[in-house]
């Protein structure tokens, strides 16, 4: 049962966003691309690594209302294939960042009956923070409430190809024949395998682009982008996002009511 006085207590603004929502039609999954924690820390003059250290109070903001909103899963893109890329520094920040994260969080996590899951190439990763991982992954591996999925080491088009890989070994040793391989199979070897797709995409610092992100299982999600940097994205980007997403119309590429799309002249979105 959602406790809307856990979330937002009346009279808050947060409340009359929350009071506007239909607690029947949350989305079941949300996926989020955390950006702009450079721009937020250089807007201040202050190095990078301080708009990451600040996107952290964000991510335990995000975590604990998706848990109460009682959601499915929320997936959240922490640092991505291509992320290699960036100064040693910043790397090695971030990787310390998320093991202080993990080691201050776990108790929290283990109380709300919070699921931890790395969805990436976990096994690239430097010993010592696939050590913390697995710690967390074990601790809460019981817990039935928010699946919360930390996109470490991820890339959509890799996550694609290691599906098509274990697939195809499969075949090879005859265990699986070509004709058998459809949507629900190649679903079940991704990361995200048991989950719900995300319903409700979100990305903060305005960028128009899904950046190798869930490449598969983002096809039918609705997107919302805001402005606003991820240090200052906080519950309330949060419930407005889930309000544009209720007043979205989901058509799967259908028509919605007996033609009603049709009828209003908006079959020009022909695939959508
Ligand atoms: C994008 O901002 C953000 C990241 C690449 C990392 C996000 C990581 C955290 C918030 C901290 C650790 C995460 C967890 C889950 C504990 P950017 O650096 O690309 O910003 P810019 O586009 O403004 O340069």
Known sequence: MIDKDRLAPTGTSERSLLDSIDL?????HVAIIMDGNGRWAKQRGWPRVAGHRAGIESVREAVETCARLELDAL????????NWKRPRFEIVTLMSLLKEYLNKELANLLKNDIRFRVVGRMNELDASVQKELAKGLAATSSCRGLAFNIA????????????CRSLASDVAVGRLSPEQIDEETLGSRLFTAGLPDPDLLIRTSGEMRVSNFLLWQIAYSEIWVTPTLWPDFRKIHLFEAILAFQKRERRYGGVIDG????DS????EAAG
């Open 75 to 82: 997936t959240l893109y922490a640092f991505s294939v291509e």
């Open 24 to 28: 029947a039609r949350l989305p079941r």
């Open 152 to 163: 470490l080491n991820y890339g959509g088009r890799t996550e694609i190809v290691d599906a």
């Open 259 to 262: 033609g009603r799309a049709e």
């Open 265 to 268: 002249g908006e079959s020009g």
